[in-house]
T-cell receptor, first 112, second 111 residues
Framework: GAGVSQTPSNKVTEKGKYVELRCDPI?????LYWYRQSLGQGPEFLIY????????DSGLPNDRFFAVRPEGSVSTLKIQRTERGDSAVYLC??????????FGPGTRLTVL | GQNIDQPTEMTATEGAIVQINCTYQ??????LFWYQQHAGEAPTFLSY????GLEEKGRFSSFLSRSKGYSYLLLKELQMKDSASYLC????????????FGTGTRLKVLA
């Protein structure tokens, strides 16, 4: 079966631009997580959804970051006015409710 | 505060056994997870403990002591392909299924 997919795999943008990162979870998984990972660090929690609603968005660093999951499946992470410090790998993971989470391959974001 | 500690790097020899420790201080607990992450790849699930004791899964075992806020991952019969980062993660602050990850332990397996 298909795993978690993320697009694009790489995104290069200029400081100040807007970007959208997409995550397609495993079919039937109700929980969806977004993380950010910098080199040599563990994944940093950003937000998680249970169905369509954001159950916990306490990890979003500031109001430039926003995520949606309108139909309870695909999710989009949106970053406004990107800054160089936003450069990282953005990981998405999904799970059935309380089961373990499965990660996608990530989107490598580079802000020049 | 919320804190997860694990060693930054470890080195071991092919065929040996290695133990990677993880200590945590959190305001809630609903499971401790270990993930393996090869360079440039996504983390993959290895093991999960929610009750005290040892969980064994082939060459990998994981131990949990909730009273001590301590876990370890034991890798036996090390192979070169086990060279990777090993991430400890705790799930479940009160009212949430949020996961908090440690910084990871980079394991190098030498021939």
């Amino acid at each position: 079966g298909a795993g978690v997919s993320q697009t694009p795999s790489n995104k290069v943008t200029e400081k100040g631009k807007y970007v959208e990162l997409r995550c397609d979870p495993i079919s039937g998984h109700t929980a969806l997580y977004w993380y950010r990972q910098s080199l040599g660090q563990g994944p940093e929690f950003l937000i998680y959804f249970q169905g369509t609603g954001a159950a916990d968005d306490s990890g979003l660093p500031n109001d430039r970051f926003f995520a949606v999951r309108p139909e309870g499946s695909v999710s989009t992470l949106k970053i406004q006015r990107t800054e160089r410090g936003d450069s990282a790998v953005y990981l998405c993971a999904s799970s059935r409710s309380t089961d373990t989470q499965y990660f996608g391959p990530g989107t490598r974001l580079t802000v020049l | 505060g919320q804190n997860i500690d694990q060693p930054t790097e470890m080195t071991a020899t092919e065929g040996a056994i290695v133990q990677i420790n993880c200590t945590y201080q959190t305001s809630g607990f609903n499971g401790l997870f270990w993930y393996q992450q090869h360079a440039g790849e996504a983390p993959t699930f290895l093991s999960y403990n929610v009750l005290d004791g040892l969980e064994e899964k082939g060459r990998f075992s994981s131990f949990l002591s909730r009273s001590k806020g301590y876990s370890y991952l034991l890798l036996k019969e090390l192979q070169m392909k086990d060279s990777a980062s090993y991430l400890c993660a705790v799930r479940g602050w009160p009212g949430t299924y949020k996961y908090i990850f440690g910084t990871g332990t980079r394991l190098k397996v030498l021939a």
